[in-house]
T-cell receptor
Framework: NAGVMQNPRHLVRRRGQEARLRCSPMKGHSHVYWYRQLPEEGLKFMVYLQKENIIDESGMPKERFSAEFPKEGPSILRIQQVVRGDSAAYFC???????????FGSGTRLTVV | DQQVKQNSPSLSVQEGRISILNCDYTNSMFDYFLWYKKYPAEGPTFLISISSIKDKNEDGRFTVFLNKSAKHLSLHIVPSQPGDSAVYFCAAFPAGGTSYGKLTFGQGTILTVHP
């Protein structure tokens, strides 16, 4: 039973480019959460999605960031026109309905140069 | 607005002794509390949790204590082992509504257990 799969593990983008981060939840999990960890800080909630629905995006920056969890395929966190301050580790977690089994992926480390 | 705080950035303990990691919170709506362990270049791994109706939960070497009136929780690891060396995060979320499952994390405490 594969865990939460995130890819790529490492992503380097130049300023102004787009970054796409993918998260495949565990089998049977219909809830996906994205978190960001800046250097020397804890994880900060970004967005909570269910299939084809954004439930809570209160942690998402107002501009350049978007997330989706389509009916088929992985959840995508998209960052347009990246800036150096977007450099961070981005973690995805998934869970079934209810909280039990909430599991994190290994993260994507985004570096903006 | 740091709603969950871990005021000790680091803790160093001798193997076999007790490690005590502390966490304070300010949001009285938090109903469920968790501790995660994180190694470099990996995602957080769930350790132990406690709901607000309890004041203690134990799982092997790990015990979490919750003092709701003080808005304080602690994680005790005994005996500590070198393999416990990692960053430990406490996290919390409210029980209901659309915030269910939306974790608020502390800044983390780096635990080092010396052989």
């Amino acid at each position: 039973n594969a865990g939460v799969m995130q890819n790529p593990r490492h992503l380097v983008r130049r300023r102004g480019q787009e970054a796409r981060l993918r998260c495949s939840p565990m089998k049977g999990h219909s809830h996906v959460y994205w978190y960001r960890q800046l250097p020397e800080e804890g994880l900060k909630f970004m967005v909570y999605l269910q299939k084809e629905n954004i439930i809570d995006e209160s942690g998402m920056p107002k501009e350049r960031f978007s997330a989706e969890f389509p009916k088929e395929g992985p959840s995508i966190l998209r960052i347009q026109q990246v800036v150096r301050g977007d450099s961070a580790a981005y973690f995805c977690a998934s869970s079934p309905p209810g909280f039990g089994g909430y599991t994190f992926g290994s993260g994507t480390r985004l570096t903006v140069v | 607005d740091q709603q969950v705080k871990q005021n000790s950035p680091s803790l160093s303990v001798q193997e076999g002794r007790i490690s005590i990691l502390n966490c304070d919170y300010t949001n009285s709506m938090f109903d469920y509390f968790l501790w995660y362990k994180k190694y470099p270049a990996e995602g957080p791994t769930f350790l132990i949790s406690i709901s607000s109706i309890k004041d203690k939960n134990e799982d092997g070497r790990f015990t979490v204590f919750l003092n709701k009136s003080a808005k304080h929780l602690s994680l005790h690891i005994v005996p500590s082992q070198p393999g416990d060396s990692a960053v430990y995060f406490c996290a919390a979320f409210p029980a209901g509504g659309t915030s269910y499952g939306k974790l608020t994390f502390g800044q983390g405490t780096i635990l080092t257990v010396h052989p």
